[in-house]
C-alpha cells in the first residue's frame, strides 16, 4: 500500500437555510508521502474547505479518504486525534494558537501530546523557534505578538514533532517577502529531513512556482 493521502471523489455542500452550496463537487486527488502541493485559487473557491478536510478537521458530505492505506474518514474521536497527532501538522489561516501561552509553549504543546518529555520539548521548540528568527519572543504570550510572528511560532508548531503530512492555509501570507522566503526556506529544510509532505495553499505564484505539484481548484474541482 503506497503512503499517501488520497481523495476519491470527495464533495462538500453547506446548507444556507435551505439553500444548498455545493463547494466541492467529486473532487480526486492523490499526494504521495514526500510529495508537495500547492493549491491556489480563487478567493471562495473551497481551498480552505479542502484543506481543512483532508486534515481531518472537516467530514465531507461524501468521498472516501485513505491516508497511508487508512480509511481514513472512519476514525473519530480520540482515534482521529491520536492519528491527527501523529500523522499530522496543520497551519490554519487564521493562526489558532493559544493566546494565553508563550510561543515556546504553543510550540512545545504537540511534543508533549506525544509523550516528548518537558526539557526536552522545550529544548527543540527553543531551536526551531531561534531558527524561525524569534530567539527574543520566546517567552511572549502569543497575543503579545504581531501577525507575522504567530504565523511563525503556528508554522513552529506545525512542524516541530516532524509530522508526515503538513498542511498549511496561506502560510507565509502575513511576512513581509524576505521573512516568507526564509521561513519558506525552513520549511522545505526540514520537510526534505523527514520525507514529509507539504500540501500547501497560497495566493502567492512565485512561492508556487517552487512546488513540484501545483494545483488550482475551480468549481469545486482541481483542474492542473
Ligand atoms: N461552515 C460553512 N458554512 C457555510 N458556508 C461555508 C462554510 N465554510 C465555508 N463556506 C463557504 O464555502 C466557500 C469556500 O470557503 P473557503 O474558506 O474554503 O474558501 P477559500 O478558497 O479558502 O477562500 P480564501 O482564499 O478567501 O481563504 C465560501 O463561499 C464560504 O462562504
Ligand atoms: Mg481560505
Redesign the pocket.
Known amino acids: 500500500m503506497s503512503n499517501s493521502i488520497t481523495c476519491k471523489n470527495i464533495s462538500m455542500n ?1 446548507l ?1 437555510g435551505s439553500r444548498k ?1 455545493s ?1 466541492i463537487k467529486n473532487l480526486n486527488l492523490q499526494i504521495n508521502q514526500g510529495d508537495q502541493a500547492a493549491i491556489l ?10 484543506l481543512n478536510i483532508m486534515g481531518g478537521l472537516m467530514k465531507p458530505s461524501n468521498g472516501t479518504i485513505t491516508v497511508n492505506g487508512k480509511n481514513f474518514l472512519e476514525l473519530d474521536g480520540k482515534k482521529l486525534s491520536r492519528f491527527r497527532g501523529e500523522n499530522f501538522g496543520f497551519i490554519y ?1 487564521f493562526h489558532h494558537l493559544l493566546k494565553d501561552f508563550t510561543a515556546i509553549e504553543n510550540v512545545m504543546i504537540p511534543l508533549q501530546i506525544l509523550g516528548t518529555e518537558r526539557e526536552l520539548a522545550h529544548s527543540k521548540a527553543k531551536k526551531l523557534l531561534n531558527k524561525m528568527g524569534l530567539k527574543n519572543r520566546l517567552d511572549h504570550r502569543s497575543a503579545d505578538l504581531s501577525g507575522g510572528e504567530r504565523q511563525r511560532v503556528a508554522i513552529a508548531r506545525a512542524m516541530i514533532h516532524k509530522p508526515k503530512y503538513i498542511f498549511a ?2 502560510p507565509t501570507g502575513n511576512l513581509d517577502k524576505t521573512t516568507a522566503s526564509k521561513v519558506f526556506g525552513i520549511m522545505n529544510d526540514m520537510i526534505g529531513e523527514s520525507n514529509s509532505s507539504l500540501i500547501m ?1 497560497t ?1 502567492d505564484i512565485e512561492l508556487a512556482d517552487q512546488f513540484e505539484n501545483k494545483l488550482i ?1 475551480e468549481n469545486g474541482k482541481i483542474i492542473h
Open positions: 453547506f444556507d452550496t463547494i485559487g480563487q478567493s471562495g473557491s473551497g481551498k480552505s474547505t479542502l489561516q492555509d496561506e495553499v495566493h481548484l
